[in-house]
Nanobody, 123 residues
Framework: QVQLAESGGGLVMTGGSLTLSCAASTYSRNDFTVAWFRQAPGKEREFVLG????????LYADSVKGRFTISRDYNNNLVHLQMNSLTPEDTAVYYC????????????????WGQGTQVTVSS
């Protein structure tokens, strides 16, 4: 059983930056995938970006390419989401999710989820 916990959410102005972190009880396997999803009010949860723990594969949603970056910290079992050039459209609850196996973009492919952290971008 993998336990995930997000941190780093908050309020930021348009054009600002924010870093989210996901701490996991274990990231010990290279075929382990960690992804970030987000859910805005009244909308479905959507894939944002993801990484395999080996670093071999990364995948970004078109809406965040060039603005968001995902990275991993082996020593501390952390995955970071660096968000730049934020807009009000990025406002959502951001969730960290994990699965055994390759990167997937469907929420139902991820059995492990964090509790979510709110990101609010003001105009």
């Amino acid at each position: 059983q993998v336990q995930l916990a997000e941190s780093g959410g908050g309020l930021v102005m348009t054009g600002g930056s924010l870093t989210l972190s996901c701490a996991a009880s274990t990231y010990s396997r290279n075929d382990f995938t960690v992804a970030w999803f987000r859910q805005a009010p009244g909308k479905e949860r959507e894939f944002v970006l993801g990484i395999m723990w080996s670093g071999r594969d990364r995948l970004y949603a078109d809406s965040v390419k060039g603005r968001f970056t995902i990275s991993r910290d082996y020593n501390n079992n952390l995955v970071h989401l660096q968000m730049n050039s934020l807009t009000p459209e990025d406002t959502a609850v951001y969730y960290c999710a994990a699965r055994d196996g390759r990167l997937r973009t469907d929420t139902n492919q991820y059995p492990y989820w964090g509790q979510g952290t709110q990101v609010t971008v003001s105009s």
